[in-house]
């Protein structure tokens, strides 16, 4: 399977363009749709530029090369836009650990994966509000027909 525009347009939404590596919200360089890589090998380094296309591209690096993990997962399409997203957020590592993963395993459609997702909210953050709003998206997604 692999990301639809509406995994791809949320995404968007929500992490926004930037040309010029900045610091993320932990101080991580991060360019272009939030990415924090160039490559596997490469780490973004602030003072690095990039275009627009090659940000969407770089972005498209990245969703392709991390759907692999949601393979072998009886997903929908909007399951797996959801979770890439998802992912795309709080990384690899994460998510293998998450007890959401473990849920979908179990049972894909089951109503309180919708609380996983929300369990992924810094609370008392200065990003709550925002990932709040993400989340609900991405759960939102994840349960539409």
Same mark, same amino acid.
């Given at each position: ?11 968007? *939404? ?17 360019? !272009?749709? !939030? ?18 296309? !090659? ?21 929908? *399409?909007? *399951? ?43 609370? !008392? ?21």
């Amino acid at each position: 399977m692999n990301p639809s525009i509406n995994c791809i347009n949320l995404i968007k *939404q929500f992490e926004g363009y930037r040309s010029k590596a900045y610091l993320d919200a932990v101080g991580v360089p991060t360019i !272009g749709y !939030g990415s924090t890589m160039w490559n596997d090998a490469k780490k973004v380094k602030l003072g690095e530029t990039i275009t627009l296309d !090659g940000a969407e591209k770089l972005l498209m690096w990245y969703l392709n090369k991390k759907s692999l993990i949601l393979e072998n997962l009886n997903l929908n *399409q909007n *399951q797996f836009d959801a979770l890439l997203s998802f992912i795309y957020n709080i990384g690899l590592t994460a998510f293998n650990k998450s007890t959401l993963l473990k849920k979908v395993k179990v049972n894909p459609n089951d109503a309180t994966i919708r609380n996983e997702f929300m369990r992924w909210v810094n609370k !008392g953050s200065s990003f709550e509000k925002g990932l709040t709003r993400r989340r609900k998206a991405e759960s939102d997604l994840y349960f539409s027909v």
